[in-house]
């Protein structure tokens, strides 16, 4: 049997119900991924404890399958691979590309938000101290599938960056990639939010020897007031009655055409000509406003 060419994912992290903008990411990745007859997986990013909502991670898959967004294989669950981790870990110790660190936070702020390896050749030992990858070839730039080559604050990139957190919890940068890696994901679509962590996962697939897969940022809704339409910002939820009218807006917001007479269809068959119509080249570049309005008025509602 062929190995499948693209496989796709979603990585929403258990911190709420998914919203309009979660939907944006959602379908970016999964019309991307039908659309070449490729494989869409789901990964719950529940590495994260002191974040997490109970119950949400199980809401989101409802969500998701309430949407029409079926995946393909098992979810992926990143609290059940902390071994891996573990294991990644081991290894850049072993090659001399990682190192403790114990300067507190309130010192890099004073530095201007960005650390200066400071710790790098002091030996510490990992009691209380944050894990970071020791940076052999900092990754400055990248291609964009829909924004073509994007460059990043030079500081950012060339940063030590923790893999490890001081309080045990394995870090983002870290998990993700060793994630993508282990689904064969090759090409990561989400949010424009997480352009600036791209550089830094690229920077450690490189130096563990893995292939990177290509990355598609997608842009991204804004409230009222201009900021990124979040969990955080209290973002309603998705409706629980007719998913269509949403997933209709977020076809809009992307860019993408929608035929007249779109009521009459079922769900199954919106999705499908959806597929057949994506167009990555008609995908805004740039973050709008304007969708509060909407997702409020189809959120909360139930039969």
């Not at 809401?59 to 079926?70: M, N």
Request: charged share 20%.
């Amino acid at each position: 049997m062929m190995p499948l060419s693209y496989i796709g994912r979603f990585a929403p992290s258990p911190s709420g119900e998914l919203h309009f903008g979660s939907l944006i990411a959602a379908l970016g990745s999964y019309l991307q991924a039908r659309s070449q007859q490729g494989n869409w997986c789901v990964r719950i990013e529940d590495i994260d404890p002191p974040r997490e909502v109970p119950g949400a991670a199980a809401q989101i898959l409802r969500q998701l399958e309430h949407y029409g967004l079926h995946w393909d294989g098992e979810v992926v669950w990143q609290s059940q691979r902390h071994e891996a981790y573990r294991d990644i870990l081991v290894w850049l110790r072993e090659n001399r590309q990682s190192y403790f660190c114990t300067c507190p936070r309130s010192r890099i702020q004073q530095l201007g938000g960005h650390y200066d390896g400071h710790c790098r050749n002091l030996q510490h030992r990992a009691d209380n101290a944050a894990l970071r990858l020791r940076q052999t070839a900092p990754v400055t730039r990248f291609h964009d599938v829909l924004r073509g080559q994007i460059s990043v604050d030079a500081a950012l990139a060339q940063e030590d960056f923790i893999i490890h957190r001081r309080d045990g919890l394995f870090a983002y940068n870290l998990a993700v990639v060793v994630d993508d890696h282990f689904q064969g994901i090759t090409e990561v679509v989400r949010g424009a939010d997480l352009i600036e962590p791209t550089v830094r996962q690229i920077t450690l697939f490189e130096q563990l020897g893995w292939k990177t897969p290509a990355y598609l940022h997608l842009p991204l809704v804004l409230n009222n007031d201009g900021n990124k339409l979040s969990k955080q910002n209290h973002a309603p939820a998705l409706a629980k009655s007719d998913p269509r009218p949403a997933l209709i807006g977020a076809l809009r917001f992307l860019g993408q055409s929608v035929h007249t007479g779109w009521q009459d269809e079922s769900l199954e068959s919106l999705l499908k000509q959806a597929i057949q119509r994506w167009d990555v080249t008609k995908i805004p570049h740039h973050d709008a406003a304007g969708a509060e309005a909407m997702t409020s008025a189809f959120s909360n509602r139930s039969h």
